[in-house]
């Protein structure tokens, strides 16, 4: 049972975004990570169900990030969506190589995202409600 | 000549025996007599019943007496072998898995299956990426049309928008115009020349804010795509030098010798002349607002497929990077000479605007320090195509409005003068040019009524008797119409 979401983006906005349509699909604890290395120790120290990643970080590549979260956790690990502004094949392909759950592309209305979402929360129990 | 088979029987039959099976069953130089296995329930056995392959719980009933047999054990059974190597002489040959040849091959087998599981491990990441990024593509598509939509109705607001406030403007401001004149000019009493010299300079910003209204008026209306050209055939060589003379009293002034190159021959092109007239004041006018000496340079040259006209001065030229935003909206490059000259930064947009409805092309060629040249082309027509576009306007007009019915009516006059001319075999082919350019022209021809004397085309919700019954209709109508209009 997911109950709390880690979202790394660099993106303010895209943030936003992404917070506004987690809380919509139910999840109520969600922690913000502006880069790959904040979101890497967050992944330790709040232990989230759920990541939310953008492939394009400042610092470390966002599949970089998705194979360090899945490797270090093992089975422990928490489920990956990659979002991304770009959308690209060679890209989808490295997202699902590093181990991520699900890969989306940013839209303002955040269609991507929560069809994303549902498909984890059909995978997984879903969000406490 | 067929190739001689090898007869198998394979004894044992769990992972390596179904491998083997997968292997061998469709090679041609092997046959599988059998697979031999006391578990009936094992994968082997499965296997092999699924490949149609005979099975039994003991070999002998694989063994006829005068075949070349050999047999496989994959059984791992001691006593199993050791039976089997007694079978061994000329005619049956018994293999088992410690025999090299057997566990090359199954390794080669086991190495084959991995690899192959691990590409199509592969290819699904890859088609899974794939469809994400269809998924991804398809989303962006769908937004970006949303986007567009959107766009196009803030672009029709602002026109909209645009032209209400202008006509609005333009009504108080004739008024004020009209009562300072008259002040001015002493026909409310008695005015000191001080006070006309101010109310002189009232008058001429008010005349500079209606060119302003003016010019705002007209781009709005081209943007919105409502500027209607009054088009005729017209030489366009005495339209520019009609339009040169204008400013032969400025130029003198100035000091600017204005240089002329006219291609020999007068040329007709089909256009609106106010609107041209427009695009060449703007243009010569910006010229010798911007050059304080030198000589202005006109010409316009026969292309053939279309006339190109240019205005190039020895002012003192625009940068390269702002020559691609020259022809936007309130882009003003450099102060005019003379304050009251000013302009209102859409002189540009304007004739941009109208040689492209005349669907030509205008742009601009500059060196700084050197002088620029504008040059624009208006293409030639023939009857053809200006019968062509003008049905497409008016096709497009009646889509625009959005009205149910649209009648297109065409009126030949001079008919009988005509075929007098003409003869009437020629009158006749090119009314039946005409009648199969229209149904080029007009959309859905199958939803056309052609007849004799007219063509109709329906709306998709129309039967055609309903067509035809509004036909009649509409004719009476219209000849009624037209009867009233040629009395009046």
Same mark, same amino acid.
């Given at each position: 049972?997911?109950?709390?979401v880690?979202?790394?983006d660099?993106?303010?906005?895209?943030?936003?975004?992404?917070?506004?349509?987690?809380?919509k699909?139910?999840?109520?604890?969600?922690?913000m990570?502006?880069?790959? =290395?904040? !979101?890497l120790?967050?992944?330790?120290?709040?232990?989230?169900?759920?990541?939310? %990643?953008?492939?394009? #970080?400042?610092? $470390?590549?966002?599949f970089?990030?998705?194979?360090?979260?899945?490797?270090?956790?093992?089975?422990?690990?928490?489920?990956?969506i990659m979002?991304?502004?770009?959308?690209?094949?060679?890209?989808?392909v490295?997202?699902? =190589?590093? !181990?991520?759950?699900?890969?989306?592309?940013k839209?303002?209305?955040?269609?991507? %995202?929560?069809a994303? #979402?549902?498909? $984890?929360?059909e995978?997984d129990?879903?969000?406490?409600? | 000549?067929e190739q001689?088979?090898?007869?198998?029987?394979?004894?044992g039959a769990?992972?390596k025996?179904?491998?083997?099976?997968?292997?061998?069953?469709?090679?041609n130089?092997?046959?599988?007599?059998?697979?031999?296995?006391?578990?009936?329930?094992?994968?082997g056995?499965?296997?092999?019943?699924?490949?149609?392959?005979?099975t039994a719980?003991?070999?002998?009933?694989?063994?006829?007496?005068?075949?070349?047999?050999?047999?496989?054990?994959?059984?791992?059974?001691?006593?199993?072998r050791?039976?089997?190597?007694?079978?061994?002489?000329g005619?049956?040959k018994?293999l088992?898995?410690?025999?090299?040849?057997?566990?090359i091959?199954?390794?080669?087998?086991?190495?084959?299956?991995?690899?192959?599981e691990?590409i199509?491990?592969?290819l699904d990441i890859?088609?899974?990426?794939?469809k994400k990024?269809?998924?991804?593509?398809?989303?962006?598509y769908?937004?970006?049309?949303?986007?567009?939509?959107?766009?196009?109705?803030l672009?029709?607001?602002k026109?909209?928008?645009?032209?209400?406030?202008s006509?609005?403007?333009r009504?108080?401001?004739?008024?004020?115009?009209?009562t300072?004149?008259?002040?001015?000019?002493g026909?409310?009493?008695?005015?000191?020349?001080?006070?006309?010299?101010?109310?002189?300079?009232?008058?001429?910003?008010?005349?500079r804010?209606?060119?302003?209204?003016?010019?705002?008026?007209?781009?709005?209306?081209i943007?919105?795509?409502?500027?209607?050209?009054?088009?005729?055939?017209?030489?366009?060589?005495?339209?520019?030098?009609?339009?040169?003379?204008?400013?032969s009293?400025?130029?003198?002034?100035?000091?600017l010798e204005?240089k002329?190159?006219?291609?020999?021959?007068?040329?007709?092109v089909?256009?609106?002349?106010d609107?041209?007239?427009?695009?060449?004041?703007n243009?010569?006018g910006?010229?010798?607002?911007f050059t304080?000496?030198?000589?202005?340079?006109?010409?316009?040259?026969?292309k053939?497929?279309f006339?190109?006209?240019?205005?190039?001065?020895?002012?003192?030229?625009?940068r390269?990077?702002?020559?691609?935003?020259l022809?936007?909206?309130?882009?003003?490059?450099g102060?005019?000479a003379?304050?009251?000259?000013?302009?209102?930064g859409?002189?540009l947009?304007?004739?941009?605007?109208i040689?492209?409805?005349?669907?030509?092309?205008?742009?601009?060629?500059?060196?700084?320090?050197?002088?620029?040249?504008?040059?624009?082309?208006?293409?030639?027509?023939?009857?053809?195509?200006?019968?062509?576009?003008?049905?497409t306007?008016?096709?497009?007009?009646g889509?625009?409005?959005?009205?149910?019915?649209?009648?297109?009516?065409?009126e030949?006059?001079?008919f009988?003068?005509?075929?007098?001319?003409l003869?009437?075999?020629?009158?006749?082919?090119f009314?039946?040019?005409?009648?199969?350019?229209?149904?080029?022209?007009?959309?859905?021809?199958?939803?056309?009524?052609v007849?004799?004397?007219?063509?109709f085309?329906?709306?998709?919700?129309t039967?055609?008797?309903q067509?035809?019954?509004?036909?009649?209709?509409?004719?009476?109508?219209?000849?009624?119409f037209?009867?009233?209009?040629?009395?009046?």
């Amino acid at each position: 049972m997911i109950k709390k979401v880690l979202v790394i983006d660099d993106n303010e906005q895209d943030r936003k975004i992404a917070e506004r349509y987690l809380k919509k699909s139910g999840y109520s604890e969600i922690v913000m990570a502006i880069n790959g =290395q904040e !979101g890497l120790s967050k992944v330790n120290s709040e232990n989230p169900g759920l990541v939310i %990643l953008d492939t394009m #970080l400042p610092d $470390i590549v966002g599949f970089e990030v998705c194979q360090k979260i899945k490797e270090s956790k093992g089975p422990q690990a928490p489920l990956i969506i990659m979002m991304t502004g770009a959308v690209d094949a060679v890209d989808a392909v490295r997202a699902r =190589q590093s !181990g991520a759950d699900d890969y989306c592309v940013k839209t303002a209305d955040g269609g991507p %995202l929560l069809a994303a #979402l549902k498909n $984890i929360s059909e995978k997984d129990i879903g969000p406490q409600t | 000549m067929e190739q001689a088979k090898i007869n198998i029987i394979i004894i044992g039959a769990g992972e390596k025996t179904k491998a083997l099976l997968e292997l061998l069953h469709s090679h041609n130089t092997v046959r599988i007599l059998g697979v031999v296995d006391k578990d009936s329930s094992a994968i082997g056995i499965k296997c092999a019943q699924k490949l149609g392959i005979p099975t039994a719980g003991d070999y002998r009933e694989f063994l006829a007496r005068n075949e070349q047999v050999e047999i496989i054990d994959l059984s791992e059974s001691k006593e199993a072998r050791e039976e089997l190597g007694r079978l061994s002489n000329g005619n049956t040959k018994v293999l088992d898995s410690r025999a090299s040849i057997i566990g090359i091959l199954l390794q080669e087998l086991n190495d084959k299956t991995s690899e192959l599981e691990k590409i199509r491990a592969e290819l699904d990441i890859q088609s899974w990426g794939l469809k994400k990024t269809n998924e991804g593509i398809r989303t962006l598509y769908k937004e970006l049309e949303k986007k567009n939509e959107e766009l196009s109705k803030l672009d029709q607001l602002k026109s909209d928008f645009l032209s209400t406030v202008s006509h609005e403007l333009r009504t108080p401001l004739a008024t004020i115009k009209e009562t300072v004149l008259q002040i001015r000019d002493g026909l409310l009493g008695p005015t000191t020349p001080r006070q006309q010299e101010f109310l002189s300079m009232c008058i001429d910003n008010t005349e500079r804010l209606r060119r302003i209204i003016d010019n705002l008026l007209d781009l709005s209306k081209i943007e919105a795509g409502k500027t209607e050209l009054k088009r005729k055939l017209t030489d366009i060589m005495s339209l520019v030098k009609r339009t040169c003379m204008t400013f032969s009293s400025k130029l003198s002034s100035k000091g600017l010798e204005i240089k002329i190159n006219f291609s020999p021959e007068a040329a007709e092109v089909y256009l609106d002349e106010d609107k041209i007239i427009q695009v060449l004041n703007n243009l010569i006018g910006n010229s010798v607002k911007f050059t304080k000496q030198g000589f202005i340079g006109i010409s316009v040259i026969d292309k053939g497929d279309f006339i190109e006209c240019s205005v190039s001065d020895t002012g003192k030229g625009i940068r390269e990077e702002d020559l691609e935003r020259l022809f936007s909206k309130f882009q003003q490059f450099g102060q005019a000479a003379d304050p009251e000259e000013k302009g209102t930064g859409l002189g540009l947009a304007i004739s941009k605007g109208i040689v492209e409805l005349h669907r030509g092309k205008i742009w601009a060629e500059s060196k700084l320090g050197q002088g620029t040249r504008f040059i624009f082309t208006l293409p030639k027509y023939n009857p053809r195509q200006v019968l062509k576009e003008r049905i497409t306007d008016s096709l497009r007009a009646g889509l625009r409005t959005q009205e149910l019915i649209s009648v297109l009516i065409f009126e030949l006059s001079g008919f009988s003068a005509l075929e007098e001319r003409l003869g009437r075999q020629k009158v006749v082919s090119f009314l039946d040019d005409l009648a199969k350019m229209l149904q080029e022209e007009l959309p859905s021809r199958e939803r056309m009524i052609v007849e004799a004397d007219a063509m109709f085309s329906m709306l998709k919700e129309t039967t055609k008797a309903q067509a035809l019954s509004l036909k009649d209709r509409l004719l009476s109508c219209a000849s009624e119409f037209l009867k009233k209009k040629r009395a009046g």
